[in-house]
């Protein structure tokens, strides 16, 4: 299925159609740039702070990921560290994510099912969530729509300018994301596979293994400044908060890992609009596959999920169908466009009206779960909590944030007086958050407790601390608890 001309708006429309999108789903993200800063994202502002080497050791000893995104929000902090200045960059990598997600789909479909993937991924609510969320995820989505274009064009017509282009986005985006390493992998397999029908091979194999060196580099630089540390230490590791994502030796692991995570990685996309995407990605499978360019494009969407999970199998990467494995997803957008392509083809002229219908439904379902994402965006309230504690504080209370509730309430309280140290804490076991109760239980006069992240209720520690005072709920947040003990 070769890219062709329009068939469907006219030719003035798809600019416009495009702009529409970028306008839309930049609303929606703005609408929660204001949001409060949750655990990870305070945890990244934290990571920031300091000098370049500070940051460079703090994200090697805190972070997941590799140091890239640490340092241009260091960059950002010195122009300004409210919720909106720290999510600007996020936000305008998720903007031109979406006209990229056009070119990308260009590449493959006609104009109009090319818009249409660009709208399904404006209103995806993951990628809604994470461009308006201080962390590298919205960055590493993009650069892996870059780099599956430009693979694309490098394989269709190889030039110099593009061999350059796709090697500087392979050597960035191993510096953003570590996924984004299988990603490269499942490229250089779709290489070596297209390799078969091509002309040149051995001028085409060899510019493509100079740039690979290159790449090879990058990933080198990568393990060196960070990837060996936080390996060391087990950051993110099969043994974590991430256990589920990684196979555990049993067949239910397996099938958690292959099956309920691709599900939860689908959900996690398309939101209310699931069943109709699912069922449009079926059909933009069998249409794809029916020729060379179609073809070429279930194996851009099928090596890279196939080689995720064999990471998760081999516990080397979390296949967690969640934020983690984002760079996967702009495929599948593609592959329900392609669906889209395929039931248009086969309408007559008269019944094209109920695909238009259609399409306008399915983005409906999707721009209601959107605007679900973002109701219900702020996870972590800590400016609700501290406007609460304000009101009632009184001279002599004392606040004590418990253990992962610290980094987002000093971001909130102690930002230019409070460094790296103050809240600096690993995972702490039970005993060790009962005995920062009973430290805080001894203090005289009132003593406020702000129980969140990590816990999914803090009744233990509620129960632990009523041994000595009394306690009393003074908000719930859903994820995010204020206690008082008189």
């Not at 990244?44 to 090697?60: F, S």
């Amino acid at each position: 299925m070769p890219p062709g001309e329009p068939s469907g708006p006219p030719s003035r429309w798809p600019g416009m159609l495009l702009l529409a999108a970028v306008l839309v789903g930049g609303g929606l993200r703005a609408a929660i740039l204001n949001r409060s800063l949750w655990y990870d994202e305070a945890v990244m502002y934290w990571i920031a702070v300091g000098t370049p080497r500070e940051v460079l050791a703090q994200n090697a000893d805190r972070n997941s990921a590799p140091p890239t995104f640490a340092l241009m929000l260091n960059a950002v902090q010195r122009l300004g560290e409210s919720e909106a200045a720290l999510r600007a960059l996020p936000l305008l990598f998720g903007l031109f994510a979406i006209p990229a997600a056009y070119w990308l789909a260009c590449q493959f479909l006609r104009t109009g099912p090319s818009l249409l993937a660009a709208w399904l991924f404006a209103l995806s609510p993951c990628q809604i969530h994470y461009s308006a969320e201080v962390r590298e995820y919205s960055l590493a989505v993009l650069l892996t729509i870059l780099m599956l274009a430009l693979f694309t064009r490098l394989l269709r017509r190889p030039t110099p300018a593009r061999w350059a282009l796709l090697t500087l986005a392979m050597g960035l985006s191993v510096w953003v994301q570590y996924g984004l390493a299988l990603l490269i992998l499942s490229l250089n397999l779709v290489f070596l596979v297209d390799l078969r029908r091509r002309p040149a091979r051995l001028r085409r194999v060899a510019w493509w293994a100079a740039g690979q060196c290159l790449v090879a580099g990058a990933v080198a630089g990568a393990w060196l400044t960070s990837l060996r540390a936080q390996m060391n230490a087990g950051i993110g590791g099969p043994e974590g908060y991430l256990s589920s994502a990684y196979f555990q030796g049993t067949a239910a692991s397996l099938w958690n890992v292959l099956v309920n995570n691709t599900g939860l990685l689908m959900g996690f996309m398309f939101g209310l609009a699931l069943p109709l995407l699912v069922v449009l990605s079926v059909l933009g499978a069998i249409g794809l596959a029916r020729d060379v360019h179609g073809r070429a494009a279930l194996w851009l969407w099928a090596v890279p999920l196939t080689i995720t999970m064999i990471g998760a199998i081999v516990r080397l990467y979390p296949y967690s169908g969640r934020r983690q494995d984002l760079f996967l997803t702009p495929m599948f957008y593609l592959l329900a466009a392609a669906g889209g392509q395929w039931l248009f083809d086969r309408l007559r002229t008269g019944q094209r009206q109920l695909a238009t219908a259609a399409t306008a439904i399915l983005l409906t379902l999707l721009a209601a779960a959107s605007l679900r994402e973002v109701r219900h965006a702020d996870i972590q309230p800590m400016k609700e909590v501290l406007a609460t504690i304000s009101r009632e504080r009184q001279a002599s209370d004392r606040v004590v944030p418990v253990y992962k509730a610290r980094p987002a309430w000093y971001y909130y309280v102690g930002r230019g007086s409070r460094r790296w140290s103050t809240w600096e804490q690993r995972a702490a076991s039970e005993q060790e958050i009962c005995d920062e109760i009973d430290r805080a239980m001894a203090s005289p006069g009132r003593v406020w407790l702000i129980f969140s992240h990590g816990m999914k209720t803090p009744q233990p520690y509620v129960d632990h601390a009523r041994r000595t005072r009394k306690l009393t709920l003074i908000a719930d947040y859903g994820q995010t608890w204020l206690y008082r003990a008189e």
